[in-house]
């Protein structure tokens, strides 16, 4: 069976851009400016990733944290693959902020997911890519 992306991971996110064997998706709330980035692969776990992707990934995890912090002028950057709800392997970079809507809490299932608007959705986009060199 081949690598298909988790229906949740789906109906939350946006692809924003392709790095390698790595999605880089922008999730759907307003409220953070969040990065999912997924291993187009079957592995569940960091450690099951070959060398390869995994080098990849830390990389890309690296390097968006540090494009989020200084864009966003966050004052942490939270980098997390748990997956619990989503069992397909993912990870989480989020900008954080002194009393946003979560702070101090992680983000995770606090409160309602604010939808991006158009013009918000596009700008991130545009960040992303611009970062990625696109």
Same mark, same amino acid.
């Given at each position: 069976?081949? &690598? +298909?992306?988790?229906? %949740?991971?789906?109906? @939350? +996110?946006?692809?924003?851009?392709?790095?390698?064997?790595?999605?880089?998706? #922008?999730?759907?709330?307003?409220?953070? &400016?969040?990065?999912?980035?997924?291993?187009? +692969? %079957?592995?569940?776990?960091?450690? @099951?990733?070959?060398?390869?992707?995994?080098?990849?990934?830390?990389?890309?995890?690296?390097?968006?944290?540090?494009?989020?912090? =200084?864009?966003?002028?966050?004052?942490?950057?939270?980098?997390?693959?748990?997956?619990?709800?989503?069992?397909? #392997?993912? &990870?989480?970079?989020? =900008?954080?902020?002194?009393? @946003?809507?979560?702070?101090?809490?992680?983000?995770?299932?606090?409160?309602? =997911?604010?939808?991006?608007?158009?013009? +918000?959705?596009?700008?991130?986009? /545009?960040?992303?890519?611009?970062?990625? /060199?696109?």
């Amino acid at each position: 069976m081949g &690598f +298909t992306l988790h229906p %949740t991971l789906a109906k @939350d +996110t946006v692809l924003a851009a392709r790095v390698g064997p790595l999605q880089v998706r #922008l999730v759907d709330d307003a409220r953070f &400016f969040w990065l999912v980035i997924v291993p187009e +692969t %079957t592995a569940t776990e960091l450690h @099951d990733l070959d060398e390869k992707t995994a080098q990849s990934l830390w990389a890309l995890v690296r390097r968006l944290g540090q494009a989020l912090k =200084a864009h966003c002028d966050a004052d942490k950057i939270n980098s997390a693959a748990i997956g619990n709800m989503v069992p397909q #392997l993912h &990870f989480h970079i989020i =900008a954080r902020h002194v009393g @946003d809507a979560a702070w101090p809490k992680p983000v995770w299932g606090h409160g309602k =997911a604010e939808p991006l608007g158009a013009p +918000t959705r596009a700008a991130r986009l /545009g960040s992303i890519q611009s970062w990625l /060199g696109n």
